[in-house]
């Protein structure tokens, strides 16, 4: 209760000095932070993380490793979810300036360089992972191969029947719909199944750029809820939203499963014409689904932020966030640096040296 | 209401034996006949009635006293509590009954307010029920008849009250009912055009052999459209009558109140005039009723017997009225009581005991019903011995 | 049809304080419409200075470009459809209190009035989804109400239908009763008098409620967005492009949207006010009160 008193103090006193809405922001969150942490609550401190992810980071992001942050820390945290494409292009348009972009697959970071940032690290992957409702027709055949029973060879043939409900995001949009075309691509020659079956579970033309059955996509939101309401007998995951979300799953082999950066040339051997409504099309070639996290320098970013952010990075890099992604359904890899070493805050730079 | 309780009987009734020049109007003759009893407002509204072809009956009282609550009923608007309405022989409500929907029913209801549709002109309100609408020859007729050639194509909006009020007796006419019921018809228009309306309004009623049932708080104004006269307040019917025998002969004191009977004056504080004449209050009557336009000072010098009761008063004030001059007399009961004083005589000092004389007055029981003494003044029931209770309002009422 | 005169706030300053009392309240209005007038249409000032009309080509010349138009337009015309044919008579017996327990009724209008787009979506899956009682059942006709047209109407349905019933509740509610009773005693069937004064009359509050409710159709997002992802409207159309292509790709399609939506909700508007001018002030019945 005195911590959650002093805090108070310390943050009607920051108002005077930091700009008025994030320091009234982080007041509060630290605040309610120090009364739930209790007595590991670090001083607060101003500065706020804003923090933009790839929607499917968002339960982890905002659910454990954000709070957790302002606890160890101090700092404030704000986290927003989306699209990793479609953050980076509201980012690159000045809609949103973030001071934390992690993504999934690195382009959308890349396409951001040099003026928002010139690295990022590389922390964790995603594998995907096929969620299946296990009252639907076919989920005996599902929870054989989900216990490592039965072929998953059976499991793409189930699928390619005619009425199947397939579930997945739309390739145009989203990283995890491309990769999930690719994967059945690369399901098709490592199962050494018929080449139609890519078109018979997708729908025709899902690789050269009609997007295949247009009521297999469902927004990212929308997809979850639709399987755990019963109403698709599969759909598209990563293993962190089949664990977050207890859906009943299939593991899919490391080969096939994007989740792998060892297996990188394998992947890039799927690739795909991404369906476009508006813009010109485009050729995407398979890469692993990994995490990637970047500071982002924005002008209007105070001091205060700037190093919240730089924290908030090596918090995210440090053991304990690494353990936290782990414990979600994350695969871990050794942070890996991409861009020059000399572009990293040095916070962020202490925390490499450390784990390495 | 004693007698209207029983129930209206559903075939055709058995002959005219009750009495002497009392018409019966029967579930299959042409006229409205209803015995009905509405809620409204925690009040029970109750009426019985019939009213023959050609005839228009008034229905008077105060306000609230249930006057348009019947006549909504009697339309069709109100579901009925219990009883039934019928219109030329044919049932158009019963209570528990699907009522005859509004449509079919042939009601002309000309309300207060009188309803006419917003968005149509003057001409298309009246001629609303006609084939032709506004085109119909019959919308010119009513509109020159009704004085309304000017509005024919103006919005109701741009009508005055009264203007309003006399589209919407058109409308109601142009439909050809085979029943009127007129609630204040004539109450946003000036005397003038009140006095020709309402004419027009009695000759159509009979020229077309309609039965007119007309709300008014006007007694003058019902005797000179009504052949007769219902006193309805608080939901009941206290009587029906020709309208002077409402005025001559109430049937309660209540009645009397309602039509302009200012006191009443114990019974035996009256000496009979002329004095050796047998009284003409009657035995067991309780009080008289006094009505300041059958009052007058008693004359020095009868030119001419008068008839009726002599009582004492002590005078309170004079005030001009019109040409006349009016005394305002105190009773014993403490009520005043405007006496016209005869022209040409010098007003009486203020303070000065009066004797008044009082032409054939009404008497009452101790209850305030009507007893029928000797004042005969108005042609009262033939059946009439005296001391009688006076019959209330039925349906069968004699008329 | 608004019924009571509609009390400027200048003349009812004239009427209570006089003059000196109108000018302080008639700046204070001006400026108050003033600045919610330009903050409405700030919006639609950031649109229109955001475009650029190469953009717009650039966007609009694309093979397909204008089929979610085509799509919205459809899908909204048939959820309008839908909603004046059943909408109607809910909307009339909730005026008229011809439903037992109208109070409940009318809570059930303004719950799915409260409930976000998106929560509505989420349950409609539930409801209507493939696998559930009701999508077996759609299934045996051949329809879907998951990722297809009938889903995008189904969506749409939901979403504009709480402004379109209580819009035409209001509007019968403003047509007095007695009305209808003097046409059917003056010979009317209930359907003739219903055809010649009570639509008449509410005619002009129906339109404004029949626009709301194209507005929320076309623009219906949060439902779509669960329930309907394909076939793209215009809505999800500009969610797409945006997430897809960004910012620039995405607003000539709000600009379609606008000019799609805005003239059926403006003609209804203009017609009402005309149609209020016509018939005066205060004039449904057309008589002074006593």
Known sequence: MAAAVAAAGVSLSLVAFSTVASASASASASASASVSGGRHAAAHRAGTADVAFAGSLLAVDNEVVGPAFERATGYGYTGRGGGSIGLSHDIGAGEISPGVFESVGAAPIAALEPQFTRWYVRFASSPLVLAYNPHGPDAAVFRAAAQGRGSLAAVFKAMARPGFLLGRTNPATDPQGQAFVMMVELAQRYLHLPAPIVDQILGAGATTGSGGNPSQIFAETALDSHLEAGQLDAASAFLSQAVQLHLAYVRLPAAIDFGDPADAAHYASAHLVVPAATGPEAVVHGAPLVVDVATLRQPSATKADVSASDAFVAYLLSSAGRRAYAKEGFTLLPNTLFGPRSAVPVRVRRELRRVR | MRESARPVPRTRTGGDGEGVGATRVRADQAGLRFDVAVDRRAVVVQMALAVAVGECVALVGPSGAGKSTVLAAVAGLLPLRSGSVWLDGRPLSSAGRRPVPLRARRVGLLTQRPGLFPHLDGAANIGYSLPGGADHPRVRELADVLELGDVLAARPARMSAGQRQRVGLARVMAADPRALLLDEPFSALDRDLRDRTSAWVADEVRRRQVPCLMVTHDLAEAQRVAGRVAVLSGGACLQVAAPEAVVRAPATRAVAQLVGYHAFVRAELTRPVPSTSPSPVPPGAATIGVHGDLVSLMPEAPSKPARGVEIIGRLRSLAASGAAVEAFVVLEDGSDVPVRLPPGQPAPAIGTELRLLVHSPPCFDASGILLHGAEAAVPAPATASPPRRAPACDWTTTR | ?290
Do not use: K
């Open chain 3, 1 to 290: 049809m608004a019924t009571a005169p509609v009390l400027h706030p200048w003349a009812y300053a004239d009427r209570r304080n006089g003059r000196r009392v109108v000018g302080v309240l008639g700046v204070l209005g001006a400026l108050g419409a003033a600045v919610v007038w330009l903050a409405l249409l700030g919006p639609l000032g950031a649109l229109l200075a955001h475009l650029s009309p190469s953009a717009i080509q650039r966007s609009l010349s694309a093979p397909q470009a204008l089929a979610p138009l085509v799509t919205s337009v459809e899908a909204s015309a048939v959820a309008l459809g839908v909603l004046v044919a059943a909408g109607t008579p809910l909307a009339w017996a909730m005026a008229r209190n011809r439903l037992p327990a109208p109070r409940l009724w009318e809570s059930g209008v303004l719950v799915s009035l409260l409930m976000p787009p998106l929560v509505i979506g989420l349950l409609l899956v539930f409801l209507v989804g493939p696998l559930t009682p009701i999508g077996r059942g759609l299934a045996d006709v051949h329809l879907s109400a998951s990722n297809t047209f009938f889903a995008l109407a189904v969506a749409e349905i939901y979403e504009a239908a709480p402004y379109y019933v209580l819009g035409a509740s209001a509007a019968f509610t403003s047509v007095e009763p007695e009305l209808e009773e003097h046409a059917r005693l003056l010979g009317d069937s209930w359907w003739r008098s219903f055809r010649r004064v009570t639509l008449p009359l509410a005619a002009p509050g129906l339109a404004s409620a029949l626009a709301m409710a194209w507005a929320r159709a076309i623009g219906a997002f949060g439902a779509v967005l669960i329930i309907a992802y394909h076939p793209y409207g215009l809505p999800m159309q500009i969610w797409v492009t945006l997430q897809q292509t960004g910012l620039a790709a995405a607003l000539p399609f709000a600009l379609i949207l606008l000019v799609v939506a805005l003239p059926l909700p403006v003609l209804a508007y203009v017609w009402t006010a005309r149609a209020r001018v016509a018939s005066g002030p205060g004039t449904t019945v057309g008589d002074p009160v006593p």
